[in-house]
């Protein structure tokens, strides 16, 4: 069992940033992927970008690459988005996720948090 908690979500202008934090914990190494996905009113769950606990692979979805970097702590057991630049498409409730595999499909991950919302005003 993997469990994920959000954090760092809020009202933001357009332009502006936000820190969003995912604090893991339980049996984080079988899930070595960990994952931010969005989700917008009426829209299907979108991939944003995943790193590794390892830091060997990282990958973002054009929407957001060249604005958006995830990292992580191993300490913590924490993996971070800072978002920069935002725009109001940017608006949605922000998951984190943890999985098995590579992957940008929300069906590969097993483990999701609650969700924190980000609303970017323009």
């Known amino acids: 069992q993997v469990q994920l908690v959000e954090s760092g ?21 079988r899930k070595p992927y960990m994952a931010w996905f969005r989700q917008a009113p009426g829209n299907e769950r979108e991939f944003v970008a995943f790193v590794t606990w390892s830091g060997s692979e990282s990958r973002y979805a054009d929407s957001v690459k060249g604005r958006f970097t995830i990292s992580r702590d191993n300490v913590q057991n924490t993996v971070y988005l800072q978002m920069n630049s935002l725009k109001p498409e940017d608006t949605a409730v922000y998951y984190c996720a943890a999985g098995g595999m590579s992957s940008g499909l929300a069906l590969d991950y097993d483990y999701w948090g609650q969700g924190t919302q980000v609303t970017v005003s323009s």
């Open 9 to 29: 979500g809020g009202l933001v202008q357009a332009g502006g940033s936000l820190r969003l934090s995912c604090a893991a914990s339980g049996r984080t190494w």
